[in-house]
């Protein structure tokens, strides 16, 4: 059975950083690409950032590129986003998934999700 568990979140003053995670077990980690995704209220699920299997590949959307790096320990199966000089709107839960495909526009899809972690930023 397939575990996604993220972790890291919590609330943060504007301008701050924080560093999430997310440990998968139940497969083998190394052979799959990772994304990061978040959900506001009333918004829908967007891409954040994604990373392949060895990680040197990383992609980022253009709300985050340049206050974001993504990153993956394959040796303990967790992949990791630090976010700095986070602003309010980077407030929402965050959501990793294993191997995701964009399926239309920008909808992704997986076999496996975490359940998130919030992140909160204070003005």
């Known amino acids: 059975q397939v575990h996604v568990v993220e972790s890291g979140g919590g609330l943060v003053q504007s301008g701050g950083s924080l560093r999430l995670s997310c440990a998968v077990s139940g497969l083998t980690f190394s052979r799959y690409a990772m994304g990061w995704f978040r959900q506001a209220p009333g918004k829908e699920r967007e891409f954040v950032a994604a990373?392949?299997?060895?990680?040197?590949?990383?992609y980022y959307s253009d709300s985050v590129e340049g206050r974001s790096t993504i990153s993956r320990d394959n040796a303990k199966n967790t992949m990791f986003l630090q976010m700095n000089s986070l602003k309010p709107e980077d407030a929402a839960v965050y959501y990793c998934a294993v191997d995701p495909k964009l399926v239309a526009g920008n909808r992704y899809e997986s076999d496996y999700w975490g359940q998130g972690t919030q992140v909160t930023v204070s003005s």
């Open positions: 990373i392949n299997w060895s990680g040197g590949s990383t």
